[in-house]
């Protein structure tokens, strides 16, 4: 890799040393969370280590901006938009061309090989993308609407997954139990607070749209590899795995809506001065779906490692 320069060195130590602090910190609530669970459950519950703990991603995520900020716009036009299927692509990279000059992505795990090996040896297993595409306008307790709940029966969607259903609800929703320091009580969907109902009935709509944009743009990727020689459509599905390991909710349109209603569960919570009324927001995002009606829905986003969400040093969610 060439030698770093100029702003782009200067923003890299920054980087280094902000990554380096963050992890310190979360050293002792690691150890605990080791102690309390034992070493073969975690590696079950948290499979990318304390590197996808939300304080880092946090970190991964404002590295990410401001290092697109520094390079210049590829040739012929604009920097390519996560909200863009075509730049999306199905490959692991785009072309030369469509790469921002240094890529963030790089840079912000690749080169630690070589400037921290250390604290690559953590951020190695971020395998998933936290860059998310936020749903607009983005949601918030001043924007919400009325949203009637939806009694039709929901789409449907037909992808082939490669991974345990039930696992990963166990993964996910335990690892939103670690990040808290007590436990928020369970709360059914009925008994919640109307601004809990409101904004759960967003996000199944915000979802819905996002799994049907990748529902096609799955499909498209798969076709792309049938088009490029792959011999039978279950050799397609094998390459468009290996280029997106999580298959469609690694696309950063589902992973945008996640962050954003993570973050609205938290600001319902805040507003709300009766602690037992206070949701989880991983029971917002994935309890509250277990009723049968999404249980594709359920299938999508159990193939998470991890949840793609930030935390800043301020204590605000994203």
């Avoid at 939806?150 to 939103?176: I, M």
């Avoid at 490029?228 to 298959?247: N, P, V």
């Avoid at 469609?248 to 602690?275: D, K, M, R, S």
């Avoid at 989880?280 to 359920?298: F, I, K, N, S």
């Amino acid at each position: 890799m060439p030698d770093l320069e100029g702003e782009v060195a200067e923003l890299y130590s920054a980087y280094v040393s902000e990554l380096g602090a963050a992890l310190d910190e979360l050293e002792p609530w690691w150890e605990r969370l080791i102690a309390t669970l034992g070493r073969k459950a975690i590696k079950l519950r948290w499979p990318a280590g304390v590197a996808s703990h939300p304080r880092v991603l946090a970190i991964y995520r404002d590295y990410h901006r401001r290092f697109s900020a520094l390079g210049p716009a590829p040739r012929g036009g604009s920097t390519p938009r996560f909200d863009d299927d075509a730049a999306w692509g199905s490959e692991a990279e785009g072309a030369p061309d469509q790469l921002i000059p240094p890529a963030p992505e790089r840079l912000l795990i690749e080169r630690l090989s070589i400037e921290a090996p250390k604290l690559h040896a953590k951020l190695a297993y971020l395998v998933m993308s936290p860059i998310g595409v936020s749903p607009e306008p983005r949601p918030s307790m001043r924007t919400l609407q009325i949203v009637e709940a939806d009694t039709h029966r929901p789409q449907a969607f037909d992808f082939e997954l490669r991974h345990g259903t039930q696992r990963g609800l166990e993964r996910l929703l335990g690892a939103g139990f670690d990040l808290r320091a007590g436990g928020f009580k369970p709360v059914a969907l009925e008994h919640a607070s109307e601004f809990h109902r409101l904004a759960y009935n967003s996000y199944l709509r915000a979802l819905g749209r996002a799994l049907a944009q990748v529902e096609r743009w799955w499909a498209r990727v798969v076709d792309e590899h049938l088009q490029r020689g792959a011999d039978s459509a279950a050799r397609a599905l094998e390459r468009a795995f290996a280029d997106h390991l999580f298959g469609p909710v690694g696309h950063p349109q589902v992973i945008g809506v996640i962050q954003a209603y993570w973050a609205l569960c938290h600001e319902i919570n805040a507003a709300l001065t009766e602690i037992d009324r206070h949701v989880a927001p991983e029971q917002m995002l994935l309890g509250w779906l277990r009723d049968e009606r999404h249980q594709t829905w359920v299938d999508v986003l159990t193939a998470m490692p991890y949840w793609p969400v930030g935390l800043d040093r301020a204590g605000r969610w994203s």
